[in-house]
């Protein structure tokens, strides 16, 4: 394998996040797949890598790249607590789960249904090859922090 430089694997990480941002808004606006809550806290972590790592293309900082890195790591970390509400291992936040309606009154039910959100992050809207897109963000966010890291050593 070649030894890629700093400049080039931070490159590489930048346009990853973009392009994982990129997909997320075409299944959005083009496929009509909509984020729930957790759907969209993946994608900060884009954001601040994005950022990060086009301040180190041109501030050479091993400091911003360590950011970059811990931005798409913890899009990984949230895909991986997503995916157990997918698969009903855990509880998602109450604000995009279903939470239970006993012990509600007539009133309460109704404003708990009239102010559920639409999008529920335990379900899977989306599956290829029996994974979700959460599944995947996994694999890919936590390539793109690899990426990042190597940069971090690389030569500049």
């Not at 890629?4 to 083009?30: D, H, M, P």
């Not at 012990?103 to 404003?111: C, F, H, I, P, T």
């Not at 922090?145 to 940069?151: D, N, Q, R």
Request: charged share 10%; with cysteine.
């Amino acid at each position: 394998m070649t030894d890629l430089n700093r400049k080039t694997l931070t490159l590489l990480g930048v346009l990853g996040s973009a392009a994982l941002i990129l997909g997320a808004l075409g299944f959005q606006y083009i496929g009509g797949l909509y984020p729930c809550k957790l759907c969209y806290w993946q994608r900060y972590g884009h954001f601040a890598a994005m950022v990060f790592g086009a301040l180190a293309l041109f501030v050479p900082n091993r400091i911003l790249l360590a950011l970059a890195a811990l931005g798409a790591a913890s899009s990984s970390v949230i895909a991986v607590f997503h995916t157990g509400v997918e698969r009903k291992w855990w509880e998602g936040p109450t604000t995009c789960t279903g939470g239970p309606v006993g012990g509600l009154s007539a009133d309460d039910l109704m404003n708990q249904i009239m102010n559920a959100p639409v999008i529920r992050c335990d379900e899977i809207p989306w599956q290829m090859f029996g994974l979700s897109m959460a599944n995947y963000n996994i694999l890919a966010s936590a390539g793109i922090a690899v990426v990042f890291a190597l940069a971090i050593r690389a030569r500049p």
